[in-house]
């Protein structure tokens, strides 16, 4: 029998209480299918384990995680901890580490789910980004001059390479080609008179490639806009690695909210394991009372289950949620529900187990 080797990252806050969740599923998952099993690894990686070593993962963390066949995350961050050094240290270290350039993030407004869009219909919120998570803003270049001076001045590259974004590119015109949908691309040539004219030109020259795919091209500001006013327009869309990151929570917020939000970062060339994590933090506000929403990361889990092959029980995982939206039995609270997270966690559970029947 095929067993998937999982490292499991709770992180911080909420995290641990979603993934959780996701672990219960995915293992319900496994039983439905009887042709596969996972192994989970637990590692309590994160700011407690900070405060504790003066690490956010061992030295050799990287090392360890490479031998798994995929990576679970929960989220990570914790108010004592500045930021940049959680994230950059644990997240990030990971994402770039293991060249999970493309991060894919579904927006899609399932049945019952909440939107506070007026007259939207739910077909009209269907889309793919493809966020490049490798480099452009994200790539951690840049420098502090004469910090704690008068004359302080700080540097932040964004580092744009023909490399990473025609690899990305690429990545989002074969997806759209193979769902034939259209593909848009957001950037900013009007201000961003390097990068951004460099990633448009990347753009057309890879576009020339994909003649039976229609391309739409948006300033970041006007697709924002867009996203709101007439979201129907974007089916499959590749965008850099901030502005990625600003739309889909946007996109999280007209598909129903940041509980249902999910995202996968892959290394498409398998060299690395993959890691699937939803695109939420760890939400201090409410950690530690059950409000969690688990649903982003069983989401998450959905598309680990996809990446391994396994489509049909992906999609299970898919509908489930939206059956569970529209029943409004077992919601969190961010959904109108009552439910804790380990309720709703049952829930899909026990319905996974039942379509074994
Ligand atoms: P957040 O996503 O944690 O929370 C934003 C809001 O959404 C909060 O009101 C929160 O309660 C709500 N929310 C988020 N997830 C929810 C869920 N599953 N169910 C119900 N409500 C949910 O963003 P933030 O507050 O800006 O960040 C908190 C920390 O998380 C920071 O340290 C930040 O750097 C970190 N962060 C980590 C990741 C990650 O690990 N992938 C992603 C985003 C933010
Ligand atoms: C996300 C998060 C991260 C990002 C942060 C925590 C570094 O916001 O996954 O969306 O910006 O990529
Ligand atoms: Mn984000």
């Avoid at 789910?113 to 077909?123: F, I, N, Q, S």
């Avoid at 909210?257 to 939400?283: D, Q």
Wanted: hydrophobic share 40%; charged share 25%; aromatic share 10%.
């Amino acid at each position: 029998m095929n067993t998937y080797k999982i490292a499991v990252i709770g992180g911080d806050g909420i995290g641990p209480e979603v993934i959780a969740e996701g672990v219960k599923v995915l293992k319900a998952a496994a039983e439905v299918d009887g042709g596969f099993a996972f192994d989970f690894t637990f590692f309590p990686w994160g700011c407690d384990y900070y405060h504790e070593t003066g690490k956010m993962m061992p030295e050799d963390g990287m090392e360890t995680l490479s031998h798994f066949d995929a990576i679970f995350l929960g989220a990570v961050g914790a108010p004592d901890v500045p930021d940049h050094i959680s994230l950059w240290d644990l997240l990030l270290r990971i994402r770039k580490g293991f060249d999970q350039y493309v991060n894919l993030r579904p927006v899609k407004l399932l049945n019952g789910a909440p939107c506070p869009l007026k007259g939207v219909k739910r077909e009209e919120i269907d889309m793919i980004f493809v966020r490049e998570n490798s480099e452009g803003e994200y790539a951690g270049s840049g420098s502090w001059l004469y910090k704690n001076k008068p004359n302080e001045v700080v540097i932040q590259d964004g580092v744009f390479s023909r490399y990473g974004c025609e690899r990305i590119i690429r990545y989002a015109f074969e997806l759209a080609k193979k769902e034939k949908k259209s593909l848009t691309s957001i950037s900013k040539g009007n201000a961003l008179n390097y990068s951004m004219v460099f990633w448009d030109q990347i753009f057309r020259e890879v576009s020339a490639e994909y003649p039976e795919v229609p391309t739409h091209t948006y300033l970041v500001d006007a697709a924002s806009m867009f996203m709101v006013k007439d979201p129907a327009r974007f089916e499959v869309v590749v965008t850099s690695n901030l502005f990625g990151d600003i739309l889909t929570d946007l996109g999280a917020a007209i598909a129903g909210g940041m509980g249902l939000a999910a995202g996968a970062n892959i290394n498409p060339e398998r060299k690395f394991p993959s890691m699937f994590e939803p695109i939420h933090g760890s939400a201090p506000d409410i950690a530690g009372q059950g409000k969690a929403n688990p649903l982003a990361t069983v989401w998450s889990a959905a598309q680990m289950l996809e990446f391994f092959g396994h489509r049909a029980l992906s999609d299970r995982l898919i509908e489930i949620i939206e059956e569970m939206l529209v029943e409004k039995a077992a919601l969190t609270s961010d959904l109108g529900g009552s439910a804790t997270t380990s309720q709703v966690g049952d829930e899909v559970v026990k319905k996974l187990l039942e379509s074994r029947r």
